[in-house]
């Protein structure tokens, strides 16, 4: 502490005034030295740099002053050849001697000397140690032919009229332009002028030629015509122009010569200018130039920010963007990095789209390029995946790198981004909506296995389409299919609302029915003014305020729409109705009087998850009244409504007790452990009680803890579900869930098997022969092709191998371009189909979003593409809870309150319900569900396809009669035939071959020839489906499988199936009618304190007779 305290300096005696002065004299003996920088910036030349050439501001207006006194010495000699008398004679003297007085001469004499003064000291300014460089420019030499001779002529008074080419400033005016523009766009921070510029350089290039040329023809003609200004004006334009009139032609030699060194300088110049200026043209039309910071202010756009733009995908969005009336005054511009594609190029070139599209080539992740697409006053900006890329993952490491420039860029712009993985979507988070591809598509491959064809539920539900496809075909089912696909989903407010005012304080049950048996429009969800969440069908139990959201499916939304009463339909004979089958019946009759109706309460207590059983109506109530159907109460009764626990199944009642302590030891339900990544919704779902080793999870191989190496081994209760892919992804997560969702009965789970690769023995092991269905995911690694169409190669192949070995098993996939579909079971001499391709063309020439919706493979939901709710995507901008509605509807989302979606088969027992309406009714009085649609199988007479013709030798003469007859008497969807019957005289040649081959050989081996030709002709005789069967057989025989499951595979192509989507109410039902239904939540009925186990269980009898109607 001491020493510390001892070098510490003792303070001065005393601070005196002059040491504040002065500064404290202690330092002075520092060894520190202050230091100052740039202090080459402080020398006199660097401030005249900074002053001249540096600074942008003061070099500008240096430039501006240059350019002004350029053009007043031009200015000066138009004034002396105005004020000049034209002399008499031819003589030599007048070219080198002019008449200029003293004022005008005065005021030349002060530009010279300013102008020469200036560009002396920016020459002395810009010198850099070379000063032939500064003397032989061509700037500095006129500026000396001009401005000297004045200077000299003020010391030597003789040689003030002598003739000085003062015209030629007009080429140092050009230069100083050119220099003051580009400080100006300096200044003003502008870098995409050289457009402008150039056009600039090329006019001002253009007059000087013409000013040089006029003035230079003037003064040398003074020994000649004598021409004026006006005249060597009107010869200059003449000649530039190629006219040539001739009436104002040069006399003397030195004006021609100098006309044909002024045409040589054009024909070099301006070549170059115009080279130039096409340059940039052609530059500016592949980047697209700018979208104006006027025409942003007052005008509303969107940006469409991609990798590369296909015109699959631009067709696709300017489609769906401009399908809706308020998005018409809108402009779409798009920034993409590449250069425009030709189909691109000409599609934009289009007048429907040339004045609504612009083409911006530039960078996401620049802010110069989002300034180019004013980023920062759009309404919206989409950024879209690109899905052709072999590594997805890269891909979508790009969408996140855009999406965070725009919110960099511009904070307040609403983002709409596609992800194809889904482990990358809490990157992006703070976008407003994200749709995740990967997701959606297993979501919907595996609904598909559920609830089939639910990919076309979708795909039609978020497509703009006013319903008139297919209206002028000649099918049924076509009429009915397309005009159902117009339905849409719209919202509005319930007070505002003319289909549901009328119902506030009623039930959403009662709601929903009535709205669609009076105006035809199926209410499926609302969103409460409190609460964010949407609800899909809350059920009974929700009492509709005024100011709930509803959201509804309809043709078109209700501002739309015209309303009419029961006498103006019955005076314009409207129906309201689009079936016209035989057996239609009106609206009115669909509910029968309420005197013969014996009334069940509304049933809304545990009921069977597999789909309510819409039983018929005992015997003994036939014999005295007609059957009839509950009404729909107004609230619910809740004290019928009886609650279950649902960790109980009620699948369970139905299995003996040995089953249900063996099924409650396999499974519970709970939500997973464990999430594959961040951000996917918390499902509750089956568990099993304890994990299983990873050795069980290989079906092929036996491990210590089972010996099984087949599916068949295993003795699965219920069909497999095969699952086709390249890899095991983290999407596979939203395939799984939905098949074990809390919902489902434990007795309907199907077993699932991951198949890694797909060779003919992997496929029988694991069970392709017994499999409910084959879902073949796209493969990623044959995205990314040559040709784009192509990137569906290898899947369309591999499903077409399977639909040919085993072709009554059903195949879901997914393609990535839609247009590939029409391969999906292809049948080269299909007629049927070929009619179909017809139909899509001119569905697709009328304009149509959806004319690829008349492929079987897709009207059945066997394929989709996922390029196809790339629409989900647009529609969002306008109805900005599709998204939300589309993930509850597949399952992605689980809301508390909100409905499932989930399906039931008509059955022979419930053909007495008729049709829709009552069916509606029966199930909102009952179950409180809510139909939305129905999944419709038809039969379809075709021949026999040209792969199972097997014709024997024998019967061939016989039959080709009978066969050429009904060839003639089939329908056009009858037309599938083989080469065989198409061909009669080579099927003849080949019998006769085949006879002849028999006949030969030696006689004493008689027997031999005959089991070899017998041998010959049975195999001759074999069916192309016949060679598959066999093969099929072998393989399995020697890979120790049984057969016993394998059949012929008949070939199911004889049927088609198709969605109504909200039908018409007096839409008959049909056998095997599959109806789509948006399901209560069970966790809506559990009460606060959860029951014991015993009282938990609803009796199986009880519930059966609660949910049948007793008429």
């Given at each position: 502490m001491v020493d510390l305290e001892s070098e510490v300096p003792p303070l001065p005696p005393r601070y005196r005034f002059r040491d504040l002065l002065l500064g404290d004299q202690g330092w002075q003996n520092d060894?520190?030295?202050?230091?100052?920088?740039?202090?080459?910036?402080?020398?006199?030349?660097?401030?005249?740099?900074?002053?001249?050439?540096?600074?942008?501001?003061?070099?500008?207006?240096?430039?501006?002053?240059?350019?002004?006194?350029?053009?007043?010495?031009?200015?000066?000699?138009?004034?002396?050849?105005?004020?000049?008398?034209?002399?008499?004679?031819?003589?030599?003297?007048?070219?080198?001697?002019?008449?200029?007085?003293?004022?005008?001469?005065?005021?030349?004499?002060?530009?010279?000397?300013?102008?020469?003064?200036e560009t002396i000291l920016l020459g002395y300014l810009s010198y850099k140690g070379n000063i032939w460089e500064q003397i032989l420019r061509i700037p500095f030499i006129l500026e000396i032919i001009n401005a000297v001779p004045f200077i000299i002529s003020i010391f030597w008074p003789s040689l003030r009229n002598l003739f000085v080419p003062v015209f030629l400033n007009c080429w140092l005016a050009k230069h100083a332009l050119e220099n003051m523009i580009n400080d100006l766009h300096r200044a003003i921070q502008r870098t995409q002028s050289a457009m402008f510029n150039q056009v600039l350089i090329l006019i001002s290039t253009l007059l000087c030629l013409i000013f040089t040329c006029i003035c230079g023809i003037q003064h040398l003609e003074r020994i000649g015509k004598k021409l004026n200004l006006f005249d060597s004006l009107y010869f200059c334009i003449v000649t530039f122009s190629t006219v040539g009139f001739g009436d104002v032609t040069p006399e003397t030699w030195s004006s021609k010569l100098f006309v044909v060194a002024m045409i040589c300088v054009a024909l070099v110049v301006l070549p170059i200018q115009f080279e130039q200026l096409a340059y940039l043209w052609m530059e500016r039309q592949k980047s697209g130039g700018n979208y104006s910071r006027h025409r942003a202010q007052t005008e509303k756009h969107v940006v469409l920010c991609v990798s590369s733009l296909k015109i699959d995908l631009l067709m696709d969005f300017l489609n769906e963007f401009y399908a809706h009336p308020r998005l018409q005054d809108y402009y779409v511009v798009i920034l993409c990095p590449t250069e425009m594609d030709v189909q691109v190029r000409r599609v934009l070139q289009i007048p429907m789209w040339s004045q609504r599209v612009i083409y911006l080539q530039g960078s996401a992740l620049k802010d110069q390029d989002l300034l180019r697409a004013k980023m920062d006053d759009a309404e919206a900006c989409f950024i879209l995946s690109s899905r052709c890329e072999v590594d997805r993952t890269s891909s979508d490491h790009q969408t996140i790198l855009r999406a965070w420039a725009v919110k960099d860029f511009a904070p307040n712009c609403p983002l709409y981004v596609q992800i194809l993985k889904p482990e990358n979507k809490f990157h992006i988070k703070f976008a407003d909506h994200v749709v995740c591809e990967e997701e959606f598509k297993y979501a919907m491959l595996a609904l598909n296995c559920i609830c089939p064809a639910t990919s076309t539920l979708i795909t039609l539900l978020v497509h703009t389409s006013r319903g008139q496809e297919g209206q002028q075909s000649p099918e049924q089912w076509q009429k009915m299919y397309g005009r159902c696909s117009g339905n849409e989903v719209y919202h509005i407010v319930l007070e505002e609302s003319t289909f549901f005012a009328e119902y506030e304080g009623k039930s959403f049950t009662y709601a929903s029915f009535h709205a669609h048996k009076k105006f035809g429009v199926c209410l499926i969800g609302v969103r409460r003014e409190d609460n964010k969440n949407i609800l899909l069908n809350p059920g009974p139990r929700c009492i509709m305020n005024a100011t709930d959201i509803c959201?509804?499916?309809?043709?078109?939304?209700?501002?739309?729409?015209?309303?009419?009463?029961?006498?103006?339909?019955?005076?314009?004979?409207?129906?309201?109705?689009?079936?016209?089958?035989?057996?239609?019946?009106?609206?009115?009759?669909?509910?029968?009087?309420?005197?013969?109706?014996?009334?069940?309460?509304?049933?809304?207590?545990?009921?069977?998850?597999?789909?309510?059983?819409?039983?018929?109506?005992?015997?003994?109530?036939?014999?005295?009244r007609r059957p009839s159907i509950a009404p729909v109460l107004e609230v619910a009764d809740t004290s019928s409504i009886q609650t279950c626990d649902l960790l109980s199944d009620q699948s369970e009642d139905e299995t003996t007790p040995d089953e249900e302590t063996s099924s409650n030891l396999e499974y519970a339900k709970g939500y997973p452990p464990y999430s594959p990544y961040?951000?996917?919704?918390?499902?509750?779902?089956?568990?099993?009680?304890?994990?299983?080793?990873?050795?069980?999870?290989?079906?092929?191989?036996?491990c210590q803890h089972n010996y099984y190496e087949d599916a068949k081994a295993y003795g699965f209760k219920n069909k497999l579900i095969i699952v086709a892919a390249e890899t095991a992804g983290n999407g596979l997560y939203n395939f799984i869930v939905p098949l074990r969702a809390y919902y489902r009965p434990k007795k309907e789970l199907n077993p699932i098997v991951l198949l890694l690769d797909n060779p003919l023995d992997d496929l029988l092991r694991c069970g392709v022969t017994f499999a409910a269905n084959m879902v073949v995911v796209d493969k990623e690694s044959t995205m990314s092709a040559e040709e784009d169409y192509m990137a569906d190669a290898k899947t369309i192949v591999n499903v077409q191998t399977l639909f040919r070995l085993f072709s009554s098993l059903s195949i879901i996939t997914e393609l990535t371009h839609p247009a590939n579909m029409r391969f999906m079971q292809f049948r080269a001499k299909d007629c049927y189909s070929l009619a179909l391709s017809k139909l899509e063309k001119k569905e697709r020439e009328k304009g149509s979003n959806l004319a690829f919706m008349f492929r079987l493979p897709f009207a059945a939901g066997r394929v989709f593409s996922i390029s196809m709710l790339d629409t989900l995507l647009y529609q969002s901008f306008v109805k900005d809870y599709m998204i939300s509605i589309t993930r509850l509807l597949l399952g992605l989302d689980t809301t508390p309150g909100s409905g499932f979606l989930c399906s039931m088969k008509i059955t022979e027992d419930d053909l007495w319900i008729r049709t829709y309406a009552r069916l509606y009714q029966k199930l909102c009085s009952s179950t409180g569900d809510v139909p939305i649609g129905i999944y419709r199988t038809e039969s379809q007479k075709l021949t026999t396809s040209e792969s199972?013709?097997?014709?024997?030798?024998?019967?061939?003469?016989?039959?080709?009669?009978?066969?050429?007859?009904?060839?003639?008497?089939?329908?056009?969807?009858n037309s599938t035939s083989s080469d065989q019957s198409d061909h009669p005289l080579l099927r003849r040649k080949s019998m006769q071959w085949a006879r002849r081959l028999s006949r030969k050989g030696p006689k004493h081996s008689g027997k031999t020839a005959e089991k070899i030709t017998q041998q010959r002709l049975n195999l001759y005789r074999r069916s192309e489906r016949q060679e598959l069967a066999e093969l099929v057989n072998n393989r399995m025989k020697h890979l120790g499988l049984s057969t016993a499951g394998y059949d012929e595979m008949n070939d199911h192509q004889s049927t088609l199936s198709y969605i109504l989507i909200n039908p018409s109410p007096d839409t008959r039902l049909e056998l095997n009618d599959v109806v789509y239904l948006i399901r209560p939540d069970p966790l809506a009925y559990l009460p606060n304190s959860e029951p014991s186990r015993k009282n938990s269980i609803c009796n199986t009898t009880g519930q059966d007779s609660r949910e049948e109607t007793q008429l």
């Open positions: 060894d520190r030295v202050q230091v100052e920088f740039y202090m080459n910036e402080n020398t006199f030349k660097e401030r005249l740099k900074l002053f001249f050439i540096k600074n942008q501001r003061s070099s500008l207006r240096i430039r501006l002053f240059n350019f002004s006194l350029k053009l007043l010495s031009c200015l000066l000699y138009i004034i002396r050849v105005l004020l000049e008398n034209p002399s008499q004679g031819n003589e030599w003297s007048h070219i080198f001697w002019v008449n200029r007085s003293l004022p005008l001469w005065g005021l030349q004499v002060s530009v010279a000397l300013i102008s020469l003064f959201f509804y499916i309809n043709i078109t939304k209700e501002e739309n729409s015209a309303f009419k009463n029961q006498d103006q339909q019955k005076k314009s004979n409207v129906s309201r109705s689009f079936y016209h089958g035989p057996s239609r019946l009106p609206v009115h009759s669909i509910i029968a009087s309420m005197g013969t109706v014996a009334i069940d309460l509304q049933d809304t207590s545990c009921r069977s998850t597999s789909g309510p059983t819409l039983s018929l109506p005992t015997e003994g109530s036939k014999e005295i961040i951000g996917s919704s918390p499902t509750f779902c089956h568990l099993l009680h304890e994990k299983v080793p990873f050795c069980c999870l290989r079906l092929d191989k036996s199972q013709i097997s014709i024997s030798v024998e019967e061939w003469e016989d039959t080709k009669d009978c066969k050429e007859q009904g060839h003639h008497r089939s329908n056009h969807r």
